[in-house]
């Protein structure tokens, strides 16, 4: 069964930081691991996808890279604002899934401080 | 283009009631698949739903139930709640595809009393 854990539960640090999230997925076969932000009471908004064949992917100021043999991944914030504050969640889909359902992890809850 | 929608935003029921959720894809979209996320936890698979049937299942009771109607659009059921019921319980649909990212909705805050 897969579990996957994120390190750690809750950050806080002060604007302009730059932050690494982790991630950490028991059964390396997967097809891709994605990367989510959710704010207070709100739903889960997509950030990164990373394909198991894929290394890292990238997006403005957000770096995510996936090591499959070691199940892990890191999410590499650069220049933290205080609109960064959120809950990050890393979720991966596994191969012998018949559809694709994500097994999520217990999220890291990010407090960027002005 | 409209994104994922989920109705109602709110819910108050009393232990033992039913409720129905509701969830319309994004356009485009013909998988929907329901999670369930309790406070300060990480969502959980509940089922997907492709072409009208099931596809896949999470370790939920059969109280837990769905259906997909020919516009693709989702409804979630459950019966007999439970205070440990309460939850956020989101809906995300994507392309059947292997690859396809899942967009999810903002979710339906469900509270048992």
């Known amino acids: 069964k897969q579990e996957v854990t994120q390190i750690p539960a809750a950050l806080s640090v002060p604007e302009g930081e730059n932050l690494v999230l982790n991630c950490s997925f028991t059964d390396s076969a997967i097809y891709n691991l994605q990367w989510f932000r959710q704010d207070p009471g709100k739903g889960l908004t997509s950030l990164l996808l990373i394909q198991s064949s894929q290394r890292e992917q990238t997006s403005g100021r957000l770096n995510a890279s996936l090591d499959k043999s070691s199940g892990r991944s890191t999410l590499y914030i650069a220049a933290s604002q205080p609109g960064d504050s959120a809950t990050y969640l890393c979720a991966v889909r596994g191969l012998y899934n018949a559809g694709n359902m994500l097994t999520f992890g217990g999220g890291t809850r990010l407090m960027v401080k002005p | 283009d409209a994104g994922v929608t989920q109705s109602p935003t709110h819910l108050i029921k009393t232990r033992g009631q039913q409720v129905t959720l509701r969830c319309s894809p994004k356009s485009g979209h013909d998988t929907v698949s329901w999670y369930q996320q309790a406070l300060g936890q990480g969502p959980q698979f509940i089922f997907q739903y492709y072409e009208e049937e099931e596809r896949q299942r999470g370790n939920f009771p059969d109280r837990f139930s769905g259906h997909q109607f020919p516009n693709y659009s989702s409804e979630l059921n459950v019966n007999a709640l439970l205070l440990g019921d309460s939850a956020l319980y989101l809906c995300?649909?994507?392309?059947?595809?292997?690859?396809?990212?899942?967009?999810f909705g903002n979710g339906t805050r469900l509270t048992v009393t």
């Open positions: 995300a649909s994507s392309w059947t595809g292997v690859e396809s990212p899942l967009h």
